[in-house]
């Protein structure tokens, strides 16, 4: 499928994605607010803090070979281009696959701002960007609560795993003290409640998320034959239920192929799930489109 025609299927046009700093900036007049840019990479500003989760914001990620990267290609462009965004004053990274934590993305961050953006990330994946001029980089293990910038963050537990490389320890494989772990967060400021999940199958572990969750960034996307770590969109909407989410962002779709589901169907598969639960908002499923609370 080329570029044209995934852009056609999915309702978007070149000047939808032409979304620059001002305009952006212009439209986070809320205390809260919240822009899809694409895959699990959203631009939430809290007050006057910019958070940039799981950015990938170049056109593949994998592995980099003499200078190019081996892997996916987008589809869809990013929102925003990353020479156009906020600075981003806390960057929250679920776990260290490669189209969450982009090496290449989280060096051209470090490399435009050095010193001053922190990072938050799971256990036992810090050493990945360990080399990188952090203002500070931490991780954080399930349950465990850190405060930065006003802002409250609860790492929470998911059902996925957390290896970048084959034959690296994992914590789902049992390796609780040495593996790659994975991590979704629940976010507050000033009594406004957000989860991002991450990547994750389907799990009851959400109703124990504390409230309120007036918005939650689901994963919906690549799932197929990974469901023992990717949840459907129909369980997706069932997990933000457990949380009594007021909101749902899809994330995690229509940005990059994933296995072998057809770019448009978790959307579509979502729109139909939700007609059934009306109370439950379904919030910016186009890349660039924004959410206020």
Known sequence: MNRRTALSLLGLGAASLAIGLKPLIAEASSAVWA?????????????????????VMFDAYGVNVLGMTL????????????????????????????????????????????????????????????DLPWRALNEMDWGEHASLHGIELTALRVQHNGARMPGEPCRSAGYRRTGRSYNGYYINYDGRGLVFAGDTAYTTLFRDVKKPVHLAMMPIGAYGTCRDVHCTPEEALAMAEMMKAESVMPIHH?????????????????????SYSPELSVVATRQGQTFQV
């Open 35 to 55: 822009c899809w840019i694409g895959h699990s990479t959203v631009l939430l500003r809290l007050g006057s803090t910019w958070v940039l989760t799981d950015p």
């Open 71 to 130: 892997g996916p290609r987008r589809i869809v462009p990013p929102a925003i281009t990353i020479d156009r965004i906020p600075r981003p004053d806390l960057v929250l990274l679920s776990h260290a696959h490669m189209d969450h934590m982009d090496r290449r993305t989280l060096t051209a961050l470090a490399d435009m701002y050095p010193g001053e953006i922190d990072v938050i990330t799971a256990t036992n994946t810090a050493d990945v960007i360990r």
């Open 254 to 274: 229509s940005t990059f192929n994933q296995l072998e589901e057809p770019l448009t169907e978790p959307l579509e598969r979502l729109r139909i799930v939700q």
